[in-house]
């Protein structure tokens, strides 16, 4: 915190990611201006929260704020999106050829669908994607960031074998439960930690919310706010008509249903609130959103073009810089959208 701020009004606040595979890279952009106003703000960190993109992008700020502060986290975020994003002339032919079959695919187009157990070059993404995480974030020091601090760093993922939702928290986030989180079961095997098997955690919490209420015991220790970086739009101007509408909307009402189970949780714990009828140990919370908005396709979600990563990135940190002004003055609306 900065000299000139009262402690005494400083809200603690968590930030939850939702996943959206390559449209998170404007939450990593939120998440920049986000941190890197964060000791000139009335605003305390006390946890971040994410689903498949969104746990990429909370793991990497959740440790790079702690291991170096603000800046730390802004390389950190900025370094794992230049390494995922497309740039030797072989990844950019790749990245052109997925992106158009994805299209095609949601024209309604017919394609031979393959199990990823059957796909020769799975293995190699996913071993891609480990590393590129791995060299960026050094995951034998996460417990040891973990006790040091009092910032949560929580991860969601689908349990397969179980049917259930399941969570890593602080030190037993590794790069394993990160790739858990964002495994698309029609691209990546399911991923094996402990004995249990994992798919995307869009299929579970997308983001978890309520798991910051959980601890601790003290209110005071709690959020008093929770901002939700929303990937998928929750309205739209129009009908969709055509298979690549219908296609679309139906992948952003998916992505969505869990985040509202979320949140109407916690707007029914502050109505209990209201009403005396819940223990001392609960406490209202405010959720804010900050919305990617826009009508971007799914086929989208696929795309890994520098150009297109970047132009997210930026959209992000524009949103956020508005959220910012808005929270700052006493706005109770959300952040407006790019």
């Not at 969104?54 to 390389?75: N, S």
């Not at 929303?230 to 009908?239: L, M, S």
């Not at 890994?304 to 997210?312: K, M």
Request: charged share 25%; glycine share 8%.
């Amino acid at each position: 915190m900065s000299a000139g701020i009262d402690t005494d009004d400083v809200t603690r606040v968590a930030i939850a990611c939702q996943g959206g595979g390559s449209h998170t890279a404007y939450t990593a952009g939120v998440l920049k201006r986000l941190l890197g106003e964060h000791d000139d703000r009335s605003y305390e960190l006390i946890g971040l929260s994410g689903t498949s993109g969104g746990a990429v992008c909370a793991t990497a700020a959740w440790y790079g704020f702690l291991d170096g502060g603000a800046d730390r986290a802004i390389e950190t975020l900025e370094g794992i999106w230049r390494d995922f994003s497309a740039r030797s002339p072989f990844d950019r032919i790749a990245n052109e050829w997925t992106v158009k079959l994805a299209q095609f695919a949601a024209h309604g187009g017919p394609l031979m669908m393959l199990s990823p157990y059957e796909l020769p070059f799975t293995s190699s993404g996913r071993d891609r994607f480990l590393s590129t995480l791995e060299a960026h974030i050094e995951f034998d020091r996460v417990p040891e960031l973990a006790a040091a601090a009092d910032v949560e760093l929580i991860v969601g993922a689908a349990d397969v074998s179980e049917g259930k939702f399941d969570t890593f928290r602080n030190e037993a986030v590794t790069a394993e439960a990160v790739l858990a989180s964002a495994a698309i079961p029609t691209l990546f095997e399911a991923v094996e930690i402990d004995g249990h098997w994992y798919w995307d955690g869009l299929f579970s919490q997308n983001p978890p919310i309520r798991d910051f209420l959980t601890v601790p015991d003290d209110p005071g220790e709690k959020p008093d706010e929770i901002w939700i970086v929303q990937i998928n739009p929750k309205r739209r101007e129009t009908v969709p008509k055509s298979v690549e509408d219908i296609s679309d909307r139906r992948n952003e009402l998916a992505g969505n249903l869990s985040l509202y189970q979320e949140v109407y949780f916690i707007e029914q714990v502050n109505k209990l609130i209201d009403r005396g009828s819940l223990p001392a140990e609960y406490k209202q919370v405010e959720v804010r959103k900050i919305d990617l908005g826009g009508s971007l396709s799914a086929p989208s979600k696929l795309d890994r073009d520098p150009e297109f990563i970047d132009t997210l990135i930026r959209r992000g940190e524009r949103s956020a810089e508005r959220f910012l002004e808005g929270w700052s003055r006493g706005s109770r609306s959300n952040a407006g959208q790019s």
